[in-house]
């Protein structure tokens, strides 16, 4: 084999292979190396207990690296660092290193060289790729015998230092931090591989955390503002399980044992405000101290007991994290495939889901050791963390900006709210006594004394002003708004009576409507029967007969009359009955002065001649017996009662109560029905003796009255007067009257037809019209007499016979005006 040359193997390689760039980076290695070692970071110490009591920790400004550039796609990429441990025959041996790379080439170096390749599994190709070769305990395998790893982002070498780690990996997590990012750096490597010392560092080497701390607060020295304008937290958790039971999470910054997570948040976890470099290591270093685990090295104390736990534990979670990453990666190739959700069978995971599920960026560093004897765990974790160099952040652009601006704004507003805490403690200052007034001096000025700018002191007064003004303002608006509820209130409680007024106004004019309605309707209907009464033709009821069938009808007696025998029945005697063919309508205008002054004026005596229907009247003509005038009579009463009923439209008690038929047929019965008492009337009249008879006083009785009534508007017309010696005269124009004789005087009532000559007329009486004013002096008299008796017809004579009431009220009437 030759010794000068890598060893020959058969390479399989999982990653093709980049062609190598050549980068300052190894310059830069160069560089820093040789400033670490002139002393360039002089006094600072590493994490150790001595730490904790010291104050020679200095404020080191850590020169801005150097990066080279890398294509966008890359750094999209997941980036993976690759660190290999040196060991420790090789570190011994480091400073060769330097001599190499200066061209001190020697015997001794290539002696040295051909050890090291002969002890070394991992070759580093380029600053992005390694070869890995089985050694030969494993050539004869079915495995690979030489696999080459690329696409890292840089691979540090063994003999890389701390502050190269720095400056490649966790310097741009730290920018990112600085412009309010989240950032995320995993260390993974088998046991003993250098994680702990990459992170942390040792007696000698400080940690990239550390010098992240540096970059931190070296620029906070810088600038005080931002000092002021940011404030920094720190925790430090672990999680841990024991024997392998239950994961759990321990805070190292405090004496909590147990704490819980939700999501990305562990609740009750100490978050320590850092305000110096000084705080931040003394922070970080106790933390460190508190860890409860402890090197897994299997050669040590692995194999037996809790480490095994451990062990395992870390295995899995591993695991777990590399499933976590692993389905991510197959989300991204293929989008339809979901990303299972794996971190939930790990607290670590579960904690960083956010990551796992691609969310936000992360940093890998790997730990390996390049040992023969460490070929299986260094093949293990590059096969493993290989392909998560593909998973891509393209997509966390805005995602990362809108989480930092949010960020920003909730840090903002969190800082404006305390200065204005301290601006009211200082207005208060003002307002209280002395003692208080010192004492928040004091906190004043401590307050100063830990901000240390004469700018704030400024600004918090002007914001003291603002405040104040604000406060001003506050109160004139709250009086106001105030002042405002209560005239309000004011107006509502007045809203709400106009509004009970405008409902009872709305009520009362309902009612007002309804009434003024129904009145509108009776007067309506009033109106129409007038005008209907007026305008029924009457040229053909009022045509005379001819005088040759004007003939005398005796009236007698009916047999049918016995009912009328009673006490309060009505005896009739018509000695001539005259029934005139003239019959019709005549309104009662036209009626009330001819019998008022046929009656009473000018004499006449209980002689009064009614007119009968047409039809009537030609019956009675035809035949002038008087047994068939008598029953023509009782026909004519048969008659008013077979009509509509009165008082099925009429109440002589209330005359208001009135129902008017809205039809034409109704308001004819209702005529016709006027009629026919009137007719009975006549008959009635006609018997009666030879005093005034008054049948004005017979219609009011009946309630009708003059002007309004429809039922008055059917009386039939007068043709003829009463004279004193009880005969009755006809007017002279009309021929063929009848008179009669009215002689009643008995309390038995009787109608009894004679057949009587027709009397002359007298000559000597003139005609005279009837004045409308006894219409109304007959109208006044008697009104209860009829309203007693009416009420008695109803509970005898109306309620036994069946007799309608209008003609009770009519013989009630006629008995009572009679002279006795
Ligand atoms: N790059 C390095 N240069 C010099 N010494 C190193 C380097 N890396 C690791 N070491 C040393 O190797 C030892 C083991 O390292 P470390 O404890 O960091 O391993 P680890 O991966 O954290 O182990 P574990 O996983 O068991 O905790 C330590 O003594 C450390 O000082």
Redesign the pocket.
Known sequence: MDLQSPRAVSAVRRNPPRKAKQTPYNQSITNVSTSCNSGAVAGVTPFDEHLLHSDRVQAVLLPSPKFPRVSDEESNNLKAFL?I??LDGI?RAAPNRIRFETGGLGRGKVAKDRERENSSCLFVNSSTSVTLNAPPSVLDSKRAKSEVYDGFSCIFP?E?LQEDIYDKVMHPLVMAFMEGQSSLLVAM??????????MFG?HQ?LGIVSLALRRIFCNVTENKNIQFSRSYYMSMFEIHSERGKSEKILDLSSASIDLSHQHATINNLTEARISNLIDAEKFVTNGVLKRS?A???ANNQSRQGSRLWESNFINNTSMVFGLCLRSLLEHQKNPKKPIEKHFKNSLLTRYLQDYMEGKKRMTLIL?VKDGLEDYADTSFILRQASPYMKIKFNHLQDYNTAQCQKRNTAFIRTEKWKRRKVNISKDSMVDCDDAVFDGVNRSQTSEKDSVGETCIDKKNEELGIELQTAKRGEEVMRNFARAFWSELKQYKLRLKESRNEVECLKESLTKNIAYASELEKELEYLRNSCTCLKNRPTDECIKPLPVDHCDEVPLRPSSDHGDLKSADALHLEGNTPSITENSGVADLDQLAPVLDESCFDKGAKGMIECPLSRQQSTTLQQDKRPSEASLSIEENVKESQQTASFEDCFDINHPESFQSPSESNVQLAEVHESEARLKSLKIASLSGPQDRFPVNILVNELGFDAKTSSSLCSLPQPCGLLTDNGCFSRFPEKEGYLTQEIKGQTEEISVLAQNAQPRPLNPRKPKRKLLPSSAMLLRDSDGPVVDENVKEFKGKAASARGRSEGSLCLMRVLRSKLPR
Request: hydrophobic share 0%.
């Open positions: 660190r441990r040196p570190r063994k890389s490597g088998p046991t003993g591989s250098g994680k702990t010392y990459t040792s080497q685990t090197p897994t090295n730990t």
